[in-house]
């Protein structure tokens, strides 16, 4: 391995790498799933319970569950956690009590800065075009960056083509029912997959539309529920289209509180749908551009254009129009895109990044926990799945002498408002916590937990890696779902901070940061 600049690795006294970085290496990076010896440096890792050393992801566990606090509805705006520079908040994860102090929040944006953004010209061929471009490549300048952009989309859908579906029959309860139940469940097979529903807290829920989006989070993109109120019924659509999306009828689990049943989705009395067309994922246009813009900015359709906007605000944060990629099928132009003709609009305001609260807290929990928000409360998850070791607590407030964020008017997570759900099972592997740098090890040694900490988390000082060099051991993909967490490996990296991207280098610093 060669090491372009300084470089600071997580030991066993800590969690992060930081500093201005690059990684580039000639040889061990690139050995592939065919590699002759089954080395284990740069794959994805979790941390054994028991001794609390490195272990290969070996399963997602659909058996196991991590422990995890459900914080109340917020109880600031983004404005009021922007205006603290000391905010502060403490809770035991796993028997340890951590305080996070000296949070400085002011780095979120102002509610009045606008982000830079470019909007392309109109399209001038119809969207089925880009399907039979798996090489697509265009460049596209971000806040003075320069950043080369690949593209597949050969597995997206023709217009046309439409999704299964299973239109239940009128909803069973109103919103009072709904909220007694937090253990709901049930098993609906989508695309000739079994999926188990389970652990549905609707207790928060104010609409029909908040069970809905309940439903969809343990989803995890697998289906998604649509609530229609003109007709008062739930209906669960595939996530593909054409003639092999299918989607059967949901039916009782084996534990927990069915709500497939006629007091809840009432799915025995609805009907299927098939889908038309041929094969596709659902994916659109803009989906598969997202997916290699993370970190750096998203694109959205408005009409017949494609717009482009930076992850930053402010008189600094600018995207220019799109230019050649550096070989491939170029898109940016009238053939496709057609950004190259496209009208950039600066941002205004003071400089400052789209930067979330749950991002400035997961820097500073460097990996003890994870925060994420669902839409309408934050949740703390445990780091390990499984019993007995995966606990976590409400929030309190520490003694730092700061301000507290723990209570009502911020994440609103104090004892009698924050919910906590146990984790189950036993021990796991199932967690992804970062990805091993050390020497390359044989993948024996890494299960038998003979190594030191040497691994990338990305907590404080996010990293990019190129994702279609990461090794993954045990046939796992990237996208594949950690069960009952309701994120993917990749997810779960992003959330630590790993950004998964296209790079000339394994690991670089993130340019936004």
Known sequence: ?????????????????SGDYKYKDNETFLQDAGRVAALAQFTVVARRQSDLKLIPLTDLSPALTPAFMTCGAIGGTAAEFAALTDAELSIDVNGETIELADMDMSGLDSVSDTPGYLTCAALAVALPIFQAVADAQFGITIDGILNNITCDFSGIDDENDTP??????ANGGNIVAWNAVTDG????TVNGLEINITGADFSTAITLNDVADTINY???????????????????????????????VPNAPAAGTDISAAGFLNAAAGATTAGTGGEGTAQTVQDIINAELVGLGFCYMDGDQF????????????????????????ISGAGFLNGAAGAATAGTGGEGLFESISGIIN????????????????????PTAGLPGSIISVLSDPAAGGTSISGAAYLNGLTAVGTITPATGQESTAVPIGIFVGEAITAADLVAGDVDDQLVSGYGDPATFDVNKLILE????????????????????????????????????????
């Open 185 to 188: 469940a049930f098993d609906v």
């Open 307 to 330: 717009v482009f906007v930076s992850r930053t605000a402010g008189e600094l944060s600018s995207v220019a129009v799109l230019s050649a990629g550096a070989g491939g099928t170029d």
């Open 218 to 248: 343990l989803a995890a993109g697998r289906f998604t529920v649509i609530y229609d109120g003109k007709l008062d019924i739930y209906r669960l659509v595939s996530n593909k289209t054409g003639e092999v999306s299918t989607v059967a």
């Open 164 to 169: 299964g579906y299973w239109t239940c029959g």
């Open 1 to 17: 391995m060669t090491t372009l600049q300084a470089v600071e690795l997580q030991n066993s006294e800590g969690f992060w790498l």
């Open 474 to 513: 045990n046939s796992l993909d990237i996208d594949d779902i950690v069960q009952n967490t309701g994120f993917s490996i990749r997810q779960h990296l992003t959330n630590i901070g790993l950004i998964a991207s296209q790079t000339d280098e394994i690991f670089q610093a993130n340019p936004l940061t």
């Open 363 to 382: 820097a500073h929990a460097e990996g003890r926990f994870t925060c994420f928000f669902n839409g309408d409360a934050f949740v703390f998850m445990s």
